[in-house]
């Protein structure tokens, strides 16, 4: 069964500065989605940046973009220019290209901005 | 945010009552689903819905009850509930099932249970 793994509880980061939120996953599987959503408190979910795994160039959306290792199973986020609205859970998540159901997401890192 | 809308947002019920929950998507889309979120646990996906019909039943205890009447509106009808689920329930929906669609959320219903 695959498994996703966020390392870091919770993270802080000045305004403006650059953080990085870490993920790694366990899968047999080559063809597979990898997904980080965003949850800010008492607000809905929503998705900040995808990758295909089939896709050797990193996922970039404005000041978001992954680090994707397929090899060491490992997709981190760099959020750059943080600012004060980036503060929220941060999921990372894997879907199977097989198994098209599961979303399964990690534990979730709690991202703290400071002005 | 107003893609997939929940109501309530916030419920508490004691252990012999009968609540449900409602789950509204105005995206056009034909998969639904419903998440169970714990506090420091992830995710855990419970019912798929696809084209209305019921394709994932994840081992959740019969205490919950999904319906779909249509692609647009989910159901998750709530009896004899137990302190542990106590949770924020999320409804999602995607275009179809296949795994290159993002799901979106709604806001979640915050059930307590006493």
């Known amino acids: 069964a695959q498994t996703v793994t966020q390392s870091q509880p919770e993270m802080s980061v000045q305004e403006a500065e650059t953080v990085t939120l870490s993920c790694t996953y366990d899968?047999?599987?080559?063809?597979?989605?990898l997904f980080w959503y965003k949850q800010p408190p008492s607000r809905q979910m929503i998705l900040v940046i995808r990758q295909e795994a089939y896709k050797q160039q990193n996922a970039t959306e404005n000041r978001f973009s992954v680090n994707f290792q397929k090899a060491a199973k490992s997709f981190s986020l760099k959020i750059s220019d943080s600012q004060l609205g980036d503060a929220a859970m941060y999921f990372c998540?894997?879907?199977?290209?097989?198994?098209?159901?599961?979303?399964?997401f990690g534990t979730g890192t709690r991202l703290q901005v400071f002005p | 945010e107003t893609g997939v809308t929940q109501t309530p947002r916030h419920l508490v019920m004691g252990m012999t009552n009968k609540k449900s929950l409602k789950c509204e998507q105005h995206l056009g889309h034909n998969a639904m689903y419903w998440y169970k979120q714990s506090a420091k646990k992830p995710l855990e996906l419970m019912f798929v819905?696809?084209?209305?019909?019921?394709?994932e039943n994840n081992s959740v205890p019969s205490r919950f009850s999904p319906e779909c009447p249509n692609s647009s509106h989910l159901f998750l009808h709530l009896h004899t509930l137990q302190p542990e689920d106590s949770a924020l329930y999320l409804c999602a929906s995607s275009r179809d099932r296949r795994s290159s669609y993002e799901q979106y959320f709604g806001p979640g219903t915050r059930l307590t249970v006493t």
């Open positions: 998540a894997y879907r199977s290209a097989l198994d098209t159901d599961k979303l399964i």
């Open positions: 819905y696809s084209l209305e019909e019921r394709v």
């Open positions: 899968t047999s599987e080559s063809d597979y989605y």
